[in-house]
């Protein structure tokens, strides 16, 4: 996908309305919710995703060093990435 989109015209109430493809694209749906960051004087929108708060639990020990494995995986890039939720699924049934 080219990183050329349309223009958009920011309406009152400073909203402003995605263009289709990208929408499509990034399968951003109504209700979703979306982060906004500014790098290098752009404005980006990142796609989030929000959980509800879970009640403390403990882990094992065995839980606890595979909890540790994951966080040394996610330090040293050893992490698929995906650009939709479809695609990790579709990765997990392989």
């Not at 694209?25 to 982060?35: M, S």
């Not at 929000?50 to 992490?79: C, H, W, Y």
Request: charged fraction near 30%; avoid cysteine.
């Amino acid at each position: 996908m080219e990183n050329l989109m349309p223009l958009v015209q920011v309406k009152s109430k400073s909203q402003i309305t995605l263009p289709q493809r990208a929408r499509k694209f990034l399968d951003i749906q109504e209700g979703d919710y979306l982060e906004v960051k500014i790098e290098k004087n752009a404005l980006v929108l990142k796609p989030k995703t929000i959980l509800d708060k879970l009640p403390m639990f403990e882990l094992s020990s065995k839980g606890e060093t595979m909890l540790q494995e994951a966080f040394n995986d996610v330090r040293a890039g050893r992490v698929k990435k995906f650009s939709n939720i479809k695609d990790l699924i579709s990765d997990l049934h392989k």
